[in-house]
């Protein structure tokens, strides 16, 4: 009773300030539109249960614990897992209650937050969730999970349990108004669970949660089954009505995207996720989808664009030298490769937040360059240059011969120092330069095959060398390439983890996600301000600041992308008339009965 009263105590001496606030929702330089709503507006509340949901996966799996960076994890484990807040999908950095009934913290001034859990939350088993798990989960995450989740939560000073349902976080930083926002949305494991368990070692045994689905059926390496939990706990929290409608969820693993395709043609899994526009255009001309049995959706999002890049490891040669990667981009020529090998289908990204208000245009305004200034002196000339322009890649002829931008960057080649000698370019040591192209995937040759066409024209000598996911996985980790291919997605509301993607730490931390190596001041102090800034307009300004940096430093090359999603799936599944603008919100959906009972008849005859 003293504990509890204690904790009581506390929570009552920090209301009388002003600026600490206890919310039902947790909004980050906004304020929620559906606080007090029955639903959310994209869902259908009296959406009936049952059917099944069946979805792909690439590779193998050999891991239930996501957290520990550890093995191959599996997809869909999530679902076994709440957090303490679940994400609107319609709004940007908008939390509403899951696990945590309630937040209490200063917006202002962000130094802590106290989660206070819903009595009501129960893990799968009947347990209650309490302020240990969360605080065991949090530890455990800090210190025991992989590197790049433990950057992200290195602000995290301490986790102390107030009472059975509190829970209060300190942070490092005297502000850090993303912070409770990080934490609301980990997933919170079982305490007990772990007790006799090493929380760093690969496991295929089922880990308990509190989540909608627990494990069915497990094939090892093939496929993982989830079953809807019908005592799940939060099914009548408003962010959940009208959710999690699938009685299973079960996903397929296979070694090769292709024949992944021929599965889905075939009945084998439900819903596809569609990445190659040859394919959307030219293969659904198949049976199933003549009949109507297979059916396409195109959802338009309003989330940045995932920034598709050619990832330069800038620890080595010759990627160290800016010259070298600036001159390499003249190389790519983007408008061939969409008239001639993805129909038109994509655009050319010229920015790592394309499709938002955070990506940067134009020349820098006068608050960008009162930012950029003290960095000036200090850049590169070529970055300097880059920085202060009105950024664009070039843009080629489309003929497919790409000539005079092969010129163009011959001569910064030759001016920078290097030299060509029987058709082969010599490095400013007078080494003939070989690079790997690093990559897993089956297909991605045809079009990487054009830029390596023009590497070798400068006189670049590329082998593109395909391994398996778990090499692929084990060599990015560690940083073991020359170039590879990447996705970087980005949220409307970029913060901590820009640090592990482009902080200087990150780049010599094994396992992190900072790919390129960067090492760059600049854009580590663009990251701090942008952790810290107290309102939207701050955190637009100090984004498109880092936007430019990053551009200008000719750290990847940006390739393309769409601001949506393909899908195909088989007709038996419906959506509420109201779609999510952040996500295709395909928790939501559910199954038409008369519709499945087609699709298996048709499936049985053919």
Known sequence: MKFAYWGSALLLSQSVSAQVQTTAYIAIHTRPLYNNAFSMPYANPNAPKGGYLIRPSNGTFDNLNSMNGKGTETDGVNYLFDSLMSSSLDEPAVMYPLLAEKVTFDPEKTHFVIFHLNPKARFSNGQPVTA????????????????????????????????????KCTFKSPNNPEMPSILASLPIYSQADWQHKDFTRVTMLPILGSGPYCIAQIDPGRSITYKRNPN???????????????????????????????????????????????????????????SGMVVKYRFQHHNPITAQSFMFNIRRTPFNDIRFRQALTYTYDFEWQNKALFYGQYQRLQSYFANSELEATGKPNAAELAILKPWLPKFDPIMRQGVLANWKYSVSDASGFNRNNLLVARQMLLQAGYRVKNQQLLDLKGQPIHLEFLIHQDGLQRTLMPFVRNLKKLGITVSIRQVDVPQYLERMRRYDYDLTTGGIPQS???????????????????????????????????????????????????????????????????????????????????????????????????TDAKQAQKVTAYLRQH
């Open 132 to 167: 240990q798990d969360v605080k065991f989960s949090f530890d455990t995450f800090q210190h025991k999970s992989n590197p790049g989740l433990q950057m992200y939560l290195a602000d995290l000073a301490k986790t102390e349990v107030l009472s059975r349902y509190q829970v």
């Open 232 to 290: 799940y706990w939060a099914k009548d929290l408003p962010v959940n009505r009208g959710r999690y409608n699938f009685d299973q969820l079960k996903y397929i693993y296979y070694r090769n995207l292709d024949i992944a395709f021929e599965g889905f043609k075939s009945g084998q899994y439900t819903l596809h996720e569609e990445f190659t526009a040859r394919k959307w255009v030219t293969q659904y001309n198949f049976p199933a989808f003549q």
């Open 492 to 590: 409307l509301t970029p913060g901590n983890e820009q640090s592990q993607m482009w902080g200087s730490a990150a780049a010599d931390q094994i396992g992190n996600y900072n790919y390129s190596g960067i090492k760059n001041p600049a854009i580590d102090a663009a990251i701090r301000h942008l952790v810290q800034v107290p309102n939207r307009q701050q955190l637009v300004l100090y984004t498109h600041v880092l936007d430019r940096l990053l551009r200008a430093g000719y750290y990847q090359i940006l390739t393309y992308g769409k601001g949506e999603n393909w899908y195909a799936y088989w007709n038996m599944y419906r959506q509420p008339a109201v779609k999510p603008k952040l996500s295709s919100g395909i928790d939501y959906w559910w």
